[in-house]
């Protein structure tokens, strides 16, 4: 059995649980640059405002008070999603995390175990721990459990346990909208008469090979029931990006321990350049061997001074936290690499015009900088507009929150 | 840069320190403070409203979340979109919110009222002048 947690309009909540003045009101939280909205309140949705609205079409209505946004705080929803996945690791046999407001967990097992309740017991102590509501979605696989945590968030307790036979709802579901099949499939799918998720599951493995090949095969078995998704196999997946492995032997010291985080990270970098995508930052994490499962945990938030898909800049970020995931003696078993704030290369392009967007390293003139500040230390020669002390924020972040959970400076305040 | 002489470990011969089977981690204040670290918060107290607990202004307040308030706890709650810093008192004439100086007025919750509980304070730091 596989259950999907998944924060209910994770960044809004987020916003909420340190700005009490947001609940009850339509909240958007907009994407880098202040350019779109990305997550949206319940109030802000029965607007019928959709996904993706740009900001600069609802200025207005912000001026007139009747919306309110907020700049994406990935330090807050990073460090918000390390206490979810924490408290999951707490409560689950298995944790496997998605994205930053997704986790797949391995619930317990055994006669006595009403799943049901054990989501609703999860869900209230996230709830009151760390303040986010979420949906909690069980299945047999991965591709059903996604299905169920949809269900999930449209119930009052926010729990869904996919029926044994699920036919009637995969009937109702159209086929695009199954994990991993895409509307750029629609067509190809229309025209062997498949329109829902039953038509998927039913149809014969070759129609379904020549439409879709073997993705979209293991895609149709999941829905079957049978569990065919492998942890990391989410290729045809843009909106999670990330990369983790389990080490053949423990690694137990710090230089294995960021050659791993290296390498998972050129690769989820290649797969964000393979999709044409940026990616805001990043939660790097790594995990004690234990026999029997469990282990200690450590998990760190990673934000880019801008968006970018180079792997060497998200290393210039990455690698100064590694040593705070290393303690010495400690035998690890796994790394990983998750990003967030995923934007289309192209867009960010366009938004980023005033700011210095281009790739340092492939510059003739930073090449130099770079030789300069090898040879008299780092940091002696930098352009001017890096500013002069702690200004790491090249981002436009104009309606950005406190950092209440990660800076000392910005916590909030109560009287 | 100029390579300077480095000298990498050390050996020692002889005995072994009798005090090597005493060792023992540093005291760590998160240990103390921070029992459960999924549900703790950091809070910045403004103002004189709790002196008389000795919470002062621009003190650093621990809050846990995981724990529900009882009678005589000092918690942080919501009103009217604010948080606030106050004990929690209840009893058979409901929920109220009382301030540690005759200066403030009591909050009561109107009935049927919730309160908008954020977490309950469970250490206050205070660093002097001059830190």
Not at chain 1, 54 to 60: E, H, I, S, V
Not at chain 1, 131 to 139: N, R
């Amino acid at each position: 059995m596989t259950g999907l947690v998944d924060g209910n309009n994770f960044f809004v909540s987020c916003e909420r649980v340190f700005d009490r003045s947001l609940v009850g009101r339509p909240v958007a939280v907009l994407s880098n640059n202040d350019g779109c909205c990305v997550s949206r309140s319940d109030e802000f949705k029965a607007l019928g405002i959709p996904m993706g609205t740009p900001y600069f079409q609802l200025r207005d209505r912000e001026a007139s008070g009747e919306l309110v946004f907020r700049s994406s705080n990935y330090e807050l929803y990073g460090d918000m999603s390390r206490r979810i996945v924490s408290l999951l690791r707490e409560e689950a046999l298995d944790v496997e995390q998605y994205s930053i407001d997704e986790a797949f967990i391995r619930p317990p097992e055994g006669a006595g175990i009403d799943l049901a309740e054990y989501g609703r017991r999860l869900r209230a102590k996230i709830l009151r721990w760390v303040g986010v509501p979420c949906g909690v979605g069980f299945a047999p696989t991965k591709t059903l459990a996604k299905i169920a945590n949809h269900a999930a968030k449209k119930r009052p307790d926010g729990v869904f346990l996919m029926p044994r036979d699920p036919t009637e709802m995969l009937s109702a579901l159209p086929v695009d909208e199954v994990w991993g099949v895409g509307s750029r499939l629609s067509p190809k799918l229309r025209a062997e008469r498949i329109f829902t998720a039953a038509d998927l599951r039913d149809a014969p493995a070759g129609v379904v090979r020549s439409v879709g090949g073997a993705t979209l095969l293991r895609t149709a078995r999941e829905l079957g029931g049978a569990p065919c998704c492998e942890d990391r196999d989410y290729d045809a997946d843009p909106d999670s990006v990330s990369c983790s492995r389990s080490f053949g032997e423990p690694v137990t010291a710090i230089e294995g321990l960021g050659e791993s985080i290296a390498s998972f990270t050129a690769q989820a970098a290649a797969k964000l350049r393979r999709h044409g995508m940026l990616a805001s930052g990043c939660n790097v994490y790594a995990q004690e061997f234990a026999s029997g499962g469990g282990g200690d945990f450590l998990e760190v938030t990673v934000v880019f001074p801008s968006p970018t898909d180079a792997t060497n800049e998200m290393m210039q970020s990455i690698r100064p936290e590694i040593g705070s995931l290393f303690v010495p003696g400690l035998r690890y078993r796994k790394t990983g690499v998750v990003f967030f704030g995923l934007e289309k290369a192209g867009a960010a392009r366009q938004m980023d015009l005033f700011s210095p967007a281009e790739s340092p390293s492939a510059s003739p003139l930073y090449r130099a900088i770079d030789a300069l500040n090898a040879k008299y230390g780092g940091g002696k020669v930098f352009s001017a507009g890096e500013g002069v002390g702690d200004q790491p924020w090249r981002m436009k972040r104009s309606r950005l929150s406190r950092r209440a959970t990660t800076r000392w400076g910005e916590l909030v305040t109560a009287r | 840069m100029s390579a300077k002489p480095r000298v990498e470990g050390s050996v020692v011969a002889g005995f072994p320190s009798p005090a090597e089977q005493y060792q023992e981690p540093p005291l760590d204040l998160n240990e103390l403070l921070v029992r459960r670290p999924a549900a703790t918060f950091f809070v910045r107290v403004q103002g004189d409203s709790m002196t008389g607990e000795g919470i002062r202004d621009g003190d650093l307040l621990v809050v846990d979340r995981s724990l529900r308030p009882a009678d005589g706890d000092v918690v942080i709650a919501s009103v009217d979109g604010d948080f606030t810093v106050k004990t929690y008192r209840r009893d058979g004439s409901g929920v109220r919110l009382e301030p540690a100086n005759p200066a403030y007025p009591v909050i009561r919750l109107r009935h049927g009222q919730e309160l908008d509980y954020f977490g309950k304070v469970t250490a206050c730091i205070h660093r002097f002048a001059g830190k």
